[in-house]
């Protein structure tokens, strides 16, 4: 563990929050002795990253609107982004698998490194509080900006992207309603692939409804 912590930057004052992030559920589910999965630490995690990046993006980007924060923080937080920070630290190393997971690759799998990210941050947070959280995720977001290691694309065009790889089928987005008064309207679309719906979305403009539509069905896609 002492490697892992030279690489993370940071040393534990209680190894027992660190051991919890590293384990996952199929492990302790095999051991059933009281082993704690690190599904809790990744639930607080993710809010404790989510308030560290946005912060940073605000103060980063003072004069960027709220739309265009959002969709660059929803790129430099993704599983794809989260899973590769992991991959930095050689954090499937540490891992801590049932058998099964284990054989079947479960140490590189994007999902499982991008929740035992997100436990770390959980796991650094309750050992050493907030500043010390946000010093270990801005050594990943700062570099991950500045080098452009950021998959900042629209949804629409990343969804556009995915079923052009199948020239049979095709997307289109229906707006099915609207809400409120004039000056303040809430807009809901559908995207829908040849006539099945895959995404719903709302949103103040018809466009960031759409948006919304089509992150929502690169979710489902496993993609988002």
Known sequence: METLEKRMNYRFKNRAYLMQALTHSSFANERNNGS?????????????????SSQFLFETYPDMPEGELSKLKAALVCTESLSGFARQI??????????????????ERPSILEDAFESLI????????????RTFVLGFLKPALENHNINFKDYKTTLQEVIQQNPDQSINYVFVGSSGPDHDKVFEAEVRLNSNVIGRGTGKSKKSAEQAAAREALKLMGLG
């Not at 650094?124 to 509080?129: C, N, S």
């Open 90 to 107: 050689h954090l499937g190393d540490y891992l801590f698998l049932g058998k099964g997971e284990s054989h079947t690759g479960g140490a």
């Open 122 to 133: 959980a796991a650094i947070y309750l050992d050493g509080g907030l500043e010390c959280a």
């Open 36 to 52: 704690k999965s690190n599904e809790r630490m990744e639930f607080l995690g993710d809010s404790v990253l989510s308030l560290i």
